[in-house]
């Protein structure tokens, strides 16, 4: 049996990882700017990452949720005291595409109606609800296709208004910053003009902080920048620093019931002793703030970079560079010359640089000295 082909593949394998480092077979080592799609957080195999979940493997790796698990509400009371989101409840499951997939479902049983505003730019998750909120045509089976989404331009809310005025309307979600889209903002004015068209029409706000979220953009979720509070949250990537753990942040006005959701691996023992690995290294490190200080570094020199660059985009650690044409050949020469990952989107002229919060200046100036070469031989 051979695998599925749905990757493409660069020829590399990494075999061995440490801070912001990776090593192949054949010990070649490269500076990951891009952190595995900005799920690694804390770097590659920390210590104490991998220690609590060795303890834990050791002691019980996983037993279903039929029983109690005090790890689950020491992980929550944890992630709702760094977050700023003390009263409200948390659904853990596995995956960013799964989080989306209960918070619609979750809007829709409080709400009673189904119809659903995006964006366009939009990326949400390639299973069914996800992938219907996603404004990309190519990844949706007929079965995903419905007329309960209608997609808008990002930061126009006038767009946004008039789909309320025409359909009955369960939620508006959308990312924090758009990360496939090519590290697209919604500005402060257009996020806070959403909330109260939700609010005026009884509808529910889902901030996807799939990939902004965990300190990635200098503030534990992007939306913190906009003064916004949304009904519901979507979690996954750098939560779990590679081990699959995602959840959903839950306004205490949203009533639960025993059996509406479920999740056979969500929440187990491994995964929320990554969960609590994760938040513990944040905290005790202060790697918000390194983001918050080592991305504006990056950005203002980027800026300040001569060549073939079109714009600079993003904040913390989550920065977009637009060039003048496809920046696959540069992504190339970074990896392949340069030893250095870094990432595309669906712009294709956007390289994404998605770095472990734990990068150094030195790291830092090792990347832009290396881009400035390779920019300057295009």
Not at 322 to 351: M, Q, W
């Amino acid at each position: 049996m051979d695998m599925f082909d749905v990757y493409p593949l660069f020829d590399i394998e990494p075999v061995r990882g440490e801070g912001c480092y990776l090593w192949d077979e054949e010990g070649t080592r490269y500076l990951d700017l891009y952190g595995g799609h900005a799920v690694i957080s804390i770097g590659h195999s920390h210590p104490h990452f991998v220690q609590r979940i060795q303890e834990q493997a050791a002691q019980l790796g996983f037993y279903s949720n039929s029983v109690r698990n005090s790890l689950q509400p020491e992980l929550a009371a944890h992630l709702g005291r760094l977050s700023g989101y003390d009263e409200y409840r948390l659904f853990l499951c596995n995956s960013g595409a799964e989080a989306n997939e209960n918070a619609l479902k979750l809007a829709s049983f409080h709400t009673g109606r189904r119809e659903v505003i995006s964006f366009e730019g939009a990326f949400h998750g390639r299973t069914s609800a996800a992938v219907s909120v996603t404004d990309n045509p190519g990844i949706r089976a007929a079965f995903n296709e419905t007329d309960a989404v209608h997609f808008v331009p990002l930061n126009d809310p006038d767009a946004v208004q008039a789909v309320f005025v025409k359909h009955s309307i369960c939620a508006v979600i959308i990312e924090g910053v758009q990360g496939v889209g090519g590290i697209v903002e919604p500005d402060a004015a257009s996020m806070q003009e959403i909330r109260g068209l939700c609010d005026e029409n009884d509808a529910l706000l889902i901030l996807d902080e799939i990939q902004s979220g965990y300190g990635r953009t200098g503030e534990f979720f992007a939306h913190r920048y906009a003064g916004v509070r949304p009904d519901l949250i979507t979690i996954a990537k750098g939560m779990g620093n590679g081990f699959p753990i995602a959840g959903v942040l839950i306004h205490p006005e949203i009533q639960a019931s025993h059996g509406l959701l479920g999740s056979t691996f969500g929440g187990n023992h491994l995964a929320c002793a990554a969960g609590l690995a994760v938040l513990e290294i944040i905290e005790q490190n202060d790697l918000i703030a390194n983001a918050r200080t080592e991305g504006a570094f990056l950005k203002k020199a980027l800026q300040s970079l001569e060549g073939p660059i079109r714009d600079i985009r993003g904040r913390g650690l989550m920065l977009g560079v637009e060039l003048d044409f496809p920046c696959d050949e540069v992504r190339k020469a970074l990896l392949y010359d340069h030893h250095i990952f870094t990432g595309s989107s669906s712009n294709k002229n956007t390289l994404r640089l998605l770095p472990p919060l734990t990068i150094s200046r030195a790291e830092s100036e090792t990347f832009l000295d290396t881009f400035e070469t390779v920019l300057s031989a295009v």
